[in-house]
């Protein structure tokens, strides 16, 4: 597994109990199956996790409004796994200096 799939999982894993050996298509399914339920049962948990992570909520709308074929629950997982991702290249870029 490579150190950037352990290290994303391990941000990842403080807004959500996951298992720290999944692949990263074993991750988004993971973070879709949680989204779905979050938009569906416990709205205000699920805008408390994507204001921590940051993810643009315009970006997100936009996102939302626009992807068809995708379930709401696919579309937030991406837009957060894109955002995490970003932190991550980001603390990389600069953790060198």
Do not use: C
């Amino acid at each position: 597994m490579k150190e950037s799939n352990q290290v994303l999982i391990k941000m990842i894993s403080k807004d959500f109990d996951i298992a720290d050996n999944l692949s990263e298509d074993q991750l988004r399914e993971v973070l879709v199956k949680a989204f779905e339920y979050l938009v569906a049962d416990d709205f205000s948990k699920l805008l408390q996790i994507l204001y921590r992570a940051d993810v643009d909520q315009y970006k997100l709308k936009e996102l939302l409004e626009h992807t068809e074929g995708a379930s709401s629950g696919a579309v937030i997982a991406d837009a957060y796994m894109a955002r995490q991702k970003a932190k991550l290249e980001t603390w990389k870029k600069y953790s060198k200096s």
